[in-house]
């Protein structure tokens, strides 16, 4: 196979026919978005979207991309003058589009004056964020943790380039999160505050006029690329190789709060809804399908498998997928009109089963402590107040405090998540009788809105003797 890489020049030369591509004169667009964290999911996603839009005749939401800690990306995609592929995977096969939204990738520790100059310029109306959930450097009872939020933050950058915006007397900027947190926006909002009130806080009343932070609700499932992906890739090219190549399935979904400071590429004519509230769409996201993905990975872990379509196949799994969804979770969602919860939970054990799309439980299992405040105890502590126990996240819970004491680690490497070193200490000082409350406690290391009792801690220590 050839070494020659996608970018403009070999596109048009090579032409390879199988794949569709952007419909616009790149050059000729102006950069309205910086994105932070240019992962797989960005890619596949809200730069998707944009391609599509300005594919139907938007025009200068061009997107420069930043990545707060490695040089990967920007590898990966500078070469390639960002030009990138996306390929939907399903039973059904296959099928891959060329997306010419992105122009640059800067690598903010190596060009922090590049990233600033970038939020300032005049032509950027929106700054957007897949940093995952421990990029938001919170604290345990949600505030901004000071510590954590230092020059290598966002929200280091953020402050010095809306200052400049400000003192050059340019329109504030749409922060737009697109993390699975729950009310990103106002949480985005919050622990900008926060930061300015500490560093910059004669900023703070242009910040909170100019500025908007939207909540999104965001769905597309995106698992990490592989050198098999890649080269598959390369087969649907002619030859031609793309390193940022990202694979995901068909479906795709985007709910955004309409409340935007300054303009907004047309997202709406191509899938995307402009609501008044994400807050139906997001809690059923992030409870059902977020909820049983983590479920699905611990448990599936635990029973050997790799992939969520191997656990969600699996007889002894699968009623658990269920039970979560429709028996524990939905019932404590209010839905939106129209929204329907029960054909929610269909389609999602669908998309689970998608053999094609090589999902790695592992991927999912990263950052538990991150994740199962917003997936798991937010709705064990909604049940709690019915008196209902809820089995299939109590399953969930065990597993997860198994893989956070390192069971997994033989296979798959040491746990990764931000406190697994304090994970590990509290098991070792409290062991299986005192793990629930060291972690789940009023004084326990994640923030639990649920608060378990006694016969609870009983039963969850059973099961981690079992
Ligand atoms: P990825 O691993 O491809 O990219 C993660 C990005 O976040 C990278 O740019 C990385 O440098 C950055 N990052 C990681 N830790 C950080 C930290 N402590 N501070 C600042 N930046 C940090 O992951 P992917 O798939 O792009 O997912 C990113 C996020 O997007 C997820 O955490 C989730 O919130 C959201 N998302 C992902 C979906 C998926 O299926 N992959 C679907 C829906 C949302
Ligand atoms: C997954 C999500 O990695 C995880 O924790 O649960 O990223 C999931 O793939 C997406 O939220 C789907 O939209």
């Given at each position: 196979?050839?070494?020659?890489?996608?970018?403009?020049?070999?596109?048009?030369?090579?032409?390879?026919?199988?794949?569709?591509?952007?419909?616009y004169d790149r050059d000729a667009q102006a950069?309205?978005?910086?994105?932070?964290?240019?992962?797989?999911?960005?890619?596949?996603?809200?730069?998707?979207?944009?391609?599509?839009?300005m594919?139907?005749?938007?025009r200068d939401?061009g997107?420069?991309?930043?990545?707060?800690?490695?040089?990967?990306?920007?590898?990966?995609?500078?070469?390639?003058?960002?030009?990138?592929?996306?390929?939907?995977?399903?039973?059904?096969?296959?099928?891959?589009?060329?997306?010419g939204?992105?122009?640059?990738?800067?690598?903010?520790?190596?060009?922090?004056?590049?990233?600033?100059?970038?939020?300032?310029?005049?032509?950027?109306?929106?700054?957007?964020?897949?940093?995952?959930?421990?990029?938001?450097?919170?604290?345990?009872?949600?505030?901004?943790?000071?510590?954590?939020?230092?020059?290598?933050?966002?929200?280091?950058?953020?402050?010095?380039?809306?200052?400049?915006?400000?003192?050059?007397?340019?329109?504030?900027?749409?922060?737009?999160?697109?993390?699975?947190?729950?009310?990103?926006?106002?949480?985005?909002?919050?622990?900008?505050?926060?930061?300015?009130?500490?560093?910059?806080?004669?900023?703070?009343?242009?910040?909170?006029?100019?500025?908007?932070?939207?909540?999104?609700?965001?769905?597309?499932?995106?698992?990490?690329?592989?050198?098999?992906?890649?080269?598959?890739?390369?087969?649907?090219?002619?030859?031609?190789?793309?390193?940022?190549?990202?694979?995901?399935?068909?479906?795709?979904?985007?709910?955004?709060?309409?409340?935007?400071?300054?303009?907004?590429?047309?997202?709406?004519?191509?899938?995307?809804?402009?609501?008044?509230?994400?807050?139906?769409?997001?809690?059923?996201?992030?409870?059902?399908?977020?909820?049983?993905?983590?479920?699905?990975?611990?448990?599936?872990?635990?029973?050997?498998?790799?992939?969520?379509?191997?656990?969600?196949?699996?007889?002894?799994?699968?009623?658990?997928?269920?039970?979560?969804?429709?028996?524990?979770?939905?019932?404590?969602?209010?839905?939106?009109?129209?929204?329907?919860?029960?054909?929610?939970?269909?389609?999602?054990?669908?998309?689970?089963?998608?053999?094609?799309?090589?999902?790695?439980?592992?991927?999912?299992?990263?950052?538990?402590?991150?994740?199962?405040?917003?997936?798991?105890?937010?709705?064990?502590?909604?049940?709690?107040?019915?008196?209902?126990?809820?089995?299939?996240?109590?399953?969930?819970?065990?597993?997860?405090?198994?893989?956070?004491?390192?069971?997994?680690?033989?296979?798959?490497?040491?746990?990764?998540?931000?406190?697994?070193?304090?994970?590990?200490?509290?098991?070792?000082?409290?062991?299986?009788?005192?793990?629930?409350?060291?972690?789940?406690?009023?004084?326990?290391?994640?923030?639990?809105?649920?608060?378990?009792?006694?016969?609870?801690?009983?039963?969850?220590?059973?099961?981690?003797?079992?």
């Amino acid at each position: 196979m050839s070494d020659l890489r996608l970018n403009p020049f070999t596109l048009t030369t090579f032409a390879p026919a199988e794949a569709e591509r952007y419909g616009y004169d790149r050059d000729a667009q102006a950069c309205g978005i910086v994105h932070f964290g240019i992962g797989a999911f960005h890619r596949a996603h809200q730069a998707w979207y944009t391609d599509l839009a300005m594919s139907a005749g938007d025009r200068d939401w061009g997107i420069i991309g930043v990545s707060l800690r490695s040089g990967e990306v920007a590898h990966q995609m500078n070469p390639q003058e960002g030009l990138y592929t996306v390929t939907e995977r399903s039973g059904e096969g296959a099928r891959t589009r060329i997306i010419g939204a992105v122009k640059q990738v800067l690598v903010a520790p190596y060009e922090p004056d590049e990233v600033v100059a970038a939020l300032a310029a005049p032509q950027t109306r929106i700054a957007s964020f897949t940093i995952t959930e421990k990029g938001y450097c919170r604290a345990k009872d949600g505030s901004l943790d000071l510590e954590l939020a230092g020059d290598e933050s966002v929200y280091h950058y953020l402050a010095l380039g809306l200052r400049r915006r400000h003192d050059a007397g340019l329109a504030g900027l749409t922060l737009l999160s697109c993390d699975n947190l729950a009310d990103n926006g106002k949480q985005l909002a919050r622990l900008m505050q926060q930061y300015l009130t500490r560093h910059d806080s004669e900023l703070l009343a242009w910040f909170e006029a100019e500025c908007t932070c939207p909540s999104s609700m965001v769905d597309r499932i995106v698992p990490a690329t592989t050198a098999e992906d890649r080269d598959a890739v390369a087969e649907t090219l002619d030859g031609l190789r793309d390193e940022a190549a990202v694979m995901t399935e068909p479906f795709s979904q985007w709910v955004i709060e309409d409340k935007f400071a300054n303009g907004r590429p047309s997202w709406d004519n191509v899938g995307a809804e402009l609501v008044e509230d994400v807050r139906p769409y997001e809690t059923a996201k992030l409870r059902m399908l977020n909820g049983a993905h983590s479920m699905l990975a611990y448990v599936g872990l635990a029973h050997g498998h790799t992939y969520v379509h191997e656990a969600v196949a699996d007889p002894a799994i699968r009623p658990l997928a269920e039970r979560l969804m429709r028996e524990e979770a939905a019932p404590t969602i209010a839905a939106a009109p129209g929204q329907d919860l029960s054909a929610y939970a269909d389609d999602l054990l669908k998309r689970f089963a998608n053999p094609a799309l090589q999902h790695r439980l592992i991927q999912i299992a990263m950052d538990g402590s991150q994740k199962i405040p917003q997936r798991w105890l937010e709705t064990l502590a909604a049940n709690q107040i019915n008196g209902k126990n809820c089995t299939a996240i109590l399953a969930g819970i065990t597993a997860w405090l198994k893989h956070a004491r390192g069971d997994n680690e033989s296979v798959w490497g040491p746990v990764d998540d931000p406190i697994t070193d304090a994970l590990k200490a509290k098991w070792a000082s409290d062991g299986v009788g005192g793990i629930v409350k060291a972690i789940f406690g009023e004084k326990g290391l994640v923030k639990s809105a649920w608060q378990p009792d006694i016969p609870l801690h009983e039963l969850i220590a059973r099961d981690l003797e079992a």
